[in-house]
Structures are given as C-alpha cells and as structure tokens.
C-alpha cells in the first residue's frame, strides 16, 4: 500500500509561481521514479516532469525553463516549483509515483489531484 498526499495548489494570476509538494507513505522501495502529471477539462492526461531516485529528471517542453522538480529521499517527498505560470497550466495536477515489483514492473500510485488556477 502506498499512499501520496499533494498540496501547494491554488489561484494565482499569470506570471505568478506556485509550489506544489507530495508526500509518499507506505511500502516504497528506494528505486523508484516520482513526477507529477496535470489534466485539463476535456483533455488527456499529460506528463508535466518526474525525477528518479538518483536526481534524473524530464520535463516536458511547455515546463522546461519554467518549472523545476526535486525530491528529498529521506522524507519520500516529491515538489515542484512552477514560475512564469499562465492560463496554460491551469489544470488539476496529479502526483505519481512509480516502482517495480518482483511479480509485476512499472506500478503507478496516484494522488487525489490538486487544482491549479492562473487566471487574473
């Protein structure tokens, strides 16, 4: 059992920054990747950025130069600072992690989702 708790989200006008954070609780193994997805209405999920266990990290190109993920290993903590923000990024984004078992790879975990509003 792995649970994720996400906070950080709000309003906030064009221009502005937010940091999200998310917490991992539970069965977690210490090779694993953590990254943050966002779900616009009427729209696909998307990968926004991830980082593995050794510090690695991919963005995708609307968040390069924009946004920056870390993690703190020791606390299982994910965050993600997000500057220059526009209506974009408004979106309800998501926390994930995933890790390997020895009977099945690649298994996701998934916060509740917290709402971003960039909106003046």
């Known amino acids: 059992q792995v649970q994720l708790v996400e906070s950080g989200g709000g309003l906030v006008q064009p221009g502005g920054s937010l940091r999200l954070s998310c917490a991992a609780s539970?069965?977690?193994?210490?090779?694993?990747?953590m990254g943050w997805y966002r779900q616009a209405p009427g729209k696909q999920r998307e990968l926004v950025a991830s980082?593995?266990?050794?510090?690695?990290?991919t963005y995708t190109a609307s968040a390069r130069g924009r946004f920056t993920i870390s993690r703190d290993n020791a606390k299982n903590t994910v965050y993600l600072q997000m500057n220059c923000l526009n209506s974009e990024d408004t979106a309800v984004y998501y926390c994930?992690?995933?890790?390997?078992?020895?009977?099945?790879?690649?298994?996701?975990?998934w916060g509740q989702g917290t709402q971003v509003t960039v909106s003046s």
């Open positions: 539970g069965s977690i193994f210490s090779i694993n990747t």
């Open positions: 994930n992690l995933k890790q390997d078992y020895s009977s099945r790879r690649g298994v996701d975990y």
């Open positions: 980082i593995d266990n050794g510090g690695g990290t």
